[in-house]
């Protein structure tokens, strides 16, 4: 899978906005049982984008992990894509059809092998899809959490926005990410709309406000995602995407 780089857009640093943002809605907001110590959900079917892996990666090498690196090299092999992307999922439930069936969620989940004594060895760099995770009571191994519905909607969003910076590179499980692995990869898929019920449309819009606003590298975060959109369908050469600008 060839995918093409944006070379002029400062991906990485919209990414960071984006996990920046989201931490301060967790501490303003919200209300959980989560604790350290607390690893329901660190399962391996946590799903990120390669935008994602390359933080994480360098967050391991930073940490002198390479044995967690090489862990997923392993594993990596016994993984295989997922059936659709976030946004994917999200397009479908836009245009009401169902999307394709999930094979992967069929399997029990195992313990993600991030985890270590009930801690994740690269919580600074944790993916989004594990930052959001939380539970208004304490979840079972194996049980779910319970959330209030408003928080799937300014979680899911995020997660939507997130993909779409990370337009270029591949999506999919923690070890075939960090792997590299392409096979086991669905290439990252732009913004299709947001996902939100009529009740929550005004409130997400304006607690959006702050996201798209965010100053990144002299511009704002949303005209940097209209950027990523417009590069994404010039079907030019990638090797020379965002050069011109
Ligand atoms: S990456 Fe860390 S926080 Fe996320 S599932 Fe794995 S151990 Fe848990």
């Known amino acids: 899978m060839l995918l093409p780089k944006f070379h002029a857009i400062p991906q990485k640093e919209l990414l960071a906005a984006i996990y920046d943002i989201q931490a301060g809605i967790d ?14 959900c660190c399962t391996d079917q946590v799903y990120l984008t ?10 391991l090498a930073r940490l002198g992990r390479e044995d967690l690196l090489a862990k ?6 016994q993984t295989t894509a997922p059936s ?7 397009q479908c439930c836009l245009e009401q059809r169902e999307p394709p069936a999930d094979q992967e969620n069929q399997a029990l989940p195992k313990a993600c ?9 690269a919580y600074e760099a944790r993916p989004l899809a594990c930052r959001v995770m939380a539970s208004q009571s304490r979840c079972a191994p194996g049980g779910e959490a319970e959330g209030d519905p408003w928080w799937f909607t300014l979680d899911s969003a995020l997660m939507q926005i997130a993909e779409h910076v990370a337009m ?9 990410v960090l792997a590299g692995d392409q096979t086991a990869l669905l290439p990252c898929q732009p913004l299709p709309g947001l996902l939100a019920p009529p009740e929550h449309q005004d409130r997400l819009e304006k607690e959006l406000l702050p996201l798209f606003a965010r100053k990144v590298d002299g511009q704002h975060l949303g005209r940097w995602m209209d950027r990523i959109r417009q590069e994404s369908q010039t079907g030019r050469d990638p090797a020379n995407i965002g050069k011109t600008r």
């Open 27 to 40: 501490q303003d907001d919200r209300d959980t049982a989560c604790q350290a110590g607390c690893f329901a």
């Open 50 to 59: 390669g935008l994602e892996g390359e933080l994480l990666r360098a967050e």
């Open 72 to 77: 997923a090299g392993e594993l990596a092999p």
């Open 84 to 90: 659709y992307t976030f946004n994917q999922l999200a």
């Open 113 to 121: 092998f991030l985890l270590e004594g009930g801690l994740c060895a």
């Open 168 to 176: 270029g590179s591949g999506y999919g499980s923690l070890a075939a």
